[in-house]
C-alpha cells in the first residue's frame, strides 16, 4: 500500500510563491517513477479538479489554469513530487492532495492512492 504525506501548505499573498511537496512510500518503493503523479485541489463548495501530473515517463500535464504558473517536478531519489505555484490568487485557495495514478495519467487514481490533503490560502 503507498503512504503519501503532503506538506507545504499555509498562507500566502497574492502574487505570492509556494511550493508544495508529496512524499511517497510504499509499494515497492519507486512510486514516482512507476505510477503517474498528480496534483488536485478542491475549493469550499467546488468540485475536485486536477491541477498538475506528472507521468512516470517525465512527461508533465496541467490544468489550463496552471499553464504559466504552475510546475510540477520529483525527486526520484527522494520519491518525492512538488508543485511550485507562482503569481498566485486568491481563486487558488483550497485543499490541495497529491495521488498516484496508473501510468498513463488517465485519470485512474490507484487504491489507497490519495494524501490527506494540504491547505493553501492565498489572502491579502
Known amino acids: 500500500q503507498v503512504q503519501l504525506v503532503e506538506s507545504g501548505g499555509g498562507s500566502v499573498q497574492p502574487g505570492g510563491t509556494l511550493q508544495l511537496s508529496c512524499a511517497a512510500s510504499?509499494?515497492?518503493?519507486?512510486?514516482?517513477?512507476?505510477?503517474?503523479m498528480t496534483w488536485f485541489r478542491q475549493s469550499p463548495g467546488k468540485e475536485r479538479e486536477r491541477v498538475a501530473a506528472?507521468?512516470?515517463?517525465?512527461?508533465?500535464h496541467y490544468a489550463d489554469f496552471a499553464e504559466g504558473r504552475v510546475t510540477i517536478s520529483r525527486d526520484n531519489d527522494k520519491n518525492t513530487v512538488y508543485l511550485q505555484m507562482t503569481a498566485m490568487k486568491p481563486e487558488d485557495t483550497a485543499v490541495y492532495t497529491c495521488?498516484?495514478?496508473?501510468?498513463?495519467?488517465?485519470?485512474?487514481?490507484?487504491?489507497?492512492?490519495w494524501g490527506q490533503g494540504t491547505q493553501v490560502t492565498v489572502s491579502s
Open positions: 510504499g509499494l515497492h518503493g519507486m512510486i514516482v517513477t512507476h505510477y503517474c
Open positions: 506528472l507521468d512516470a515517463d517525465g512527461t508533465q
Open positions: 495521488a498516484v495514478e496508473n501510468p498513463g495519467c488517465v485519470g485512474v487514481v490507484i487504491i489507497g492512492g
